[in-house]
């Protein structure tokens, strides 16, 4: 069987953008030159395609969809995907659309407990090695990710035809691009959900994990309690940096285009560019801000198509698209006006609201050379975060003038007041005092001027060390992240620093290094005031099992008394995170009772995840409370809430073993002695077999400090 070369394959899916005519026969000629052979054979391609798609509908990547001429094709009737047919426990309920590597369909598990779902499973004509080496690293790829504005991944198999699938949280959105339109978001509104994706991205880079197609698409708003919660779907073509979790998932990649070329980075571009790091990802987020702030991308789709597949990777390669403000300008006043009106400005207003900050961020983003980029996700979002804080962006040269601006804007009242004073001296003192006054005030703006010269180098100095770290920790390097960020000393929340610190106290404890984790978990509670619940709530449940490791208990109840002063009088879904952590260890009636209103609100949302809601997470609250219950002398309401953790279908080896000891435990103040000895041999045993782990783990796996609390009760109930 003769196979297609990359160049074949490149050419099939650049003539697939144009429809069958002159434009597909003129870029034939030019791109297959007097090659006969060539030509015919791509002619024979295309005309085998059934339908042919355009090469933008759906965001689909050029290379997928390649259609096999008949004399090559597989049986591609094998696996049956109708209506009502089940893959695994999953019912098709409908199909909801074709992804970059698979098809999407609508699923219902019906049992062990119902609730719907996507289930997604390799395209039928792309079931080969390549695809399933692709299939494979995005499967494996979700399974790391455990952050809110990213679909979690529910289950994985492979049908009974040996083609793979995983069952993926239903997120039903709308393109992010347009959400905004068609809620006329103004341009604050619109970068604060940027920021929001750009932590996303941020989590996925700390993972080791690339993108690799950013684009509205894959970024669907939902609406959660009416507030609109950003969702990065489809990690499909995602690649591992430093290392791929599979070996065969990047050959195919060489002389193909892997994204979405309007959202695609030059080095994406370059065909056998291997050389893809995490800032091909702030590329793409450069692009998508470009679109959030003007309405269009810096490279139109039609201005792309009609280039040529060489012509357009040169274009991506070395032509600078203008600034977003000199876009605007240059609309026609219909288009003008639409764009504005959806970003509730005038016509006249916009280009000005996009000139000097914001087109220096995007422009950061777009650059040509990856290095010249922001290093991190995070250096990017903290950007957007000073432009709307009226801070010096760090994309931007900067000048006195400009920082004095920037002063202003942020003590509008001070400075009107310091102007009220001035004009009534003016008026009162005559021309010789108002000169003195201005004088003065001149030298005590110098001053201040001076100062903020000063806060902001020093302020650009820790910056630059720790996207220094970042870099390094992207790169596998944590011997020289660790000493860099052990000289960042931080007054102010940092979501960068945070995200270092979170990175290096998960490799000491990995290590088990329990004093240097714990100073890096210390140093990460005092930064990460910025970051949401979700992912606030999970530094402090890595903590508590470090210290109790460490054998520090006065950090420990320093910990605990924290924590209770920023979480216990607040309702969230997270609670039962809090409680866990503090309960760790035996507790004094005082903390008992200020922990009270948490344990309250983790059983509401256990009681109200258990009505037919996420059931996963409602066994991990039911640990929490089966604790909180225990450490209360509870131990009949213990026991309950231990064996309807033990009860949920989703099984989770950690969490499993943690529900057994605290059952064990609570059967044996009952005197239960003989339930209490069976139900400590089983968790024993779980145990047993996972020695102290040096992996992170997965929300399906358990991760390390799941583990860590299972041994830490364990040892409390003298197994």
């Not at 719907?116 to 399933?132: G, S, T």
Request: proline share 4%; with cysteine; aromatic share 8%.
């Amino acid at each position: 069987m003769k196979s297609f070369s990359g160049r074949e394959a490149d050419l099939f899916a650049a003539a697939k953008m144009l429809t069958a005519g002159a434009k597909r026969d003129t870029f034939l000629g030019r791109a297959c030159g007097g090659n006969g052979e060539l030509r015919a054979r791509i002619e024979m391609l295309l005309r085998s395609e059934d339908e042919a798609r355009e090469f933008f509908d759906e965001g689909r990547s050029a290379a997928a969809g390649l259609a096999i001429p008949d004399e090559f094709k597989r049986d591609l009737e094998r696996e049956e995907i109708t209506l009502g047919s089940y893959v695994g426990n999953y019912r098709i309920i409908e199909k909801l659309g074709d992804g970059g590597w698979g098809n999407v369909y609508l699923v219902e598990q019906e049992q062990p407990f119902r609730r719907r779902a996507a289930l997604k499973i390799v395209r039928l004509d792309l079931d080969d090695e390549a695809a399933r080496a692709r299939f494979d690293t995005e499967r494996q790829a979700l399974a790391m990710m455990d952050h809110i504005h990213i679909s979690r991944v529910y289950d994985a198999g492979t049908t009974e035809h040996g083609t793979p699938y995983f069952v993926l949280e239903l997120v039903k959105g709308t393109p992010f691009t347009q959400y905004c339109d068609d809620n006329a978001l103004d341009l604050p509104g619109r970068l604060n959900l940027f920021v929001s994706v750009c932590r996303a991205v941020q989590h996925a880079h700390q993972k080791g994990v690339i993108h690799g197609d950013i684009k509205p698409s894959n970024i669907l708003i939902t609406m959660q309690d009416g507030v609109a919660i950003p969702k990065v779907i489809d990690f499909g073509i995602s690649k591992m940096t430093e290392h791929h979790l599979n070996e065969g998932a990047h050959n195919d990649m060489v002389g193909s285009l892997i994204g979405t070329p309007t959202y695609m980075s030059p080095e994406q571009a370059d065909a056998g560019n291997l050389a893809v790091d995490t800032r091909s990802d702030i590329y793409s987020l450069g692009v998508l801000l470009y679109e959030l702030l003007v309405g269009c991308t810096p490279f139109s789709a039609d201005e792309l198509l009609g280039l040529g597949l060489d012509a357009m990777r040169k274009t991506l390669r070395t032509v600078p698209p203008p600034p977003p403000s000199a876009r605007a300008a240059q609309m026609p006043p219909p288009k003008l006006a639409e764009v504005a009106r959806r970003r509730a400005l005038e016509p006249a207003a916009l280009a000005a609201a996009v000139r000097g900050d914001l087109d220096s961020i995007t422009m950061h983003c777009l650059e040509k050379e990856p290095q010249l980029r922001y290093e991190t996700a995070s250096g990017l979002a903290m950007d957007v975060l000073r432009y709307l804080h009226d801070e010096p962006v760090l994309a931007r040269q900067t000048n006195r003038f400009y920082r004095l601006k920037k002063l202003i804007r942020r003590n509008r009242i001070t400075f009107a007041a310091a102007a009220a004073v001035a004009l009534a001296l003016v008026a009162g003192l005559g021309g010789s005092t108002w000169l003195f006054v201005q004088e003065r005030a001149a030298r005590r703006r110098a001053v201040a001027a001076e100062q903020v010269e000063e806060q902001l180098r020093q302020a650009a100095e820790l910056r630059a060390r720790i996207t220094s770290a970042e870099l390094l920790l992207n790169q596998q390097r944590f011997d020289e992240a660790d000493r860099t960020m052990e000289k960042v000393v931080l007054s102010e929340p940092s979501v960068e620093a945070a995200s270092a610190f979170r990175s290096l106290g998960e490799w000491h404890a990995l290590q088990h290094r329990w004093k240097l984790a714990a100073a890096r978990f210390q140093a990460l509670i005092q930064v990460n005031q910025l970051d949401s619940l979700d992912l606030a709530t999970l530094d402090y449940l890595e903590e508590a099992p470090v210290l109790i490791e460490e054998g520090n208990e006065a950090a420990y109840e320093r910990f605990r008394r924290d924590s209770v002063t920023r979480f216990a009088g607040r309702s969230f879904p997270e609670s039962d995170r809090i409680l866990k952590a503090c309960l760790m260890r035996p507790a004094d009636r005082t903390l008992l009772d200020a922990l009270g209103p948490l344990g309250e609100v983790t059983e509401f949302y256990c009681r109200q995840a258990g009505a037919g809601g996420d059931v996963f997470q409602a066994a991990w609250r039911a640990v929490s409370l089966a604790i909180w219950k225990y450490r209360e002398g509870d131990y009949a309401a213990s026991m309950a809430w231990s064996r309807k953790c033990l009860a949920c279908p989703e099984q989770n080896a950690p969490r499993t073993a943690t529900a057994e000891i605290i059952l064990g435990m609570a059967e044996a103040k009952l005197g239960q002695e003989a339930a209490s000895a069976a139900d400590l041999a089983a968790a024993q045993a779980l145990v047993a077999g996972k020695s102290r782990t040096t992996t992170r783990g997965t929300p399906m796996q358990g991760f390390w400090f799941d583990w860590e609390y299972a041994f830490i009760l364990l040892h409390e109930a003298g197994t």
